[in-house]
C-alpha cells in the first residue's frame, strides 16, 4: 500500500506561480515511478508530467518550460514547480504512483496503482 498526499494548491493570478508537493507513504519510494495528472471540469484526467525511478522526466507539450518535476527520494516527495500559470492550468491536480511499471506508458493513468486525494489550482485572470 502507498498513501500519497498533495498539497500546495490555490488560487493564484495568471503568470504567477505555485509548488505543488506530494508526501508518500508505505513503500520503497525510491522504487517507484511518480507522476502528476490533472482534471478539469468536464475533461478527462490528463498526464501533465512523470519522473521515473531512474530520475528520468517527461512533460506534457503545453507546460514544458513552465512546470518543473522533482523528487527526493530520502523525504519520499515529488514536486511540481508551475511557473507562468495560464488560465487552461485551471484543474484538480493529482499525484500518482506506479509500483510495477512493466511495459506501460507512464503518461497513461491506469498505469499508476496509486492516487493521492487532489489537489486543486485555479488560475485567475
Known amino acids: 500500500q502507498v498513501q500519497l498526499v498533495e498539497s500546495g494548491g490555490g488560487l493564484v493570478q495568471a503568470g504567477g506561480s505555485l509548488r505543488l508537493s506530494c508526501a508518500a507513504s508505505?513503500?520503497?519510494?525510491?522504487?517507484?515511478?511518480m507522476g502528476w495528472f490533472r482534471q478539469a471540469p468536464g475533461k478527462e484526467r490528463e498526464f501533465v508530467a512523470i519522473?521515473?525511478?531512474?530520475?528520468?522526466?517527461f512533460y506534457k507539450e503545453s507546460v514544458k518550460g513552465r512546470f518543473t518535476i522533482s523528487r527526493d527520494n530520502a523525504k519520499n516527495t515529488v514536486v511540481l514547480q508551475m511557473n507562468a500559470l495560464k488560465l487552461e492550468d485551471t484543474a484538480v491536480y493529482y499525484c500518482?504512483?506506479?509500483?510495477?511499471?512493466?511495459?506501460?506508458?507512464?503518461?497513461?493513468?491506469?498505469?499508476?496503482?496509486?492516487w493521492g486525494q487532489g489537489t486543486q489550482v485555479t488560475v485567475s485572470s
Open positions: 500518482a504512483a506506479c509500483t510495477d511499471r512493466r511495459f506501460r506508458s507512464l503518461v497513461t493513468p491506469t498505469t499508476y496503482d496509486y
Open positions: 519522473i521515473s525511478r531512474g530520475g528520468i522526466t
Open positions: 508505505g513503500s520503497t519510494f525510491s522504487r517507484n515511478d
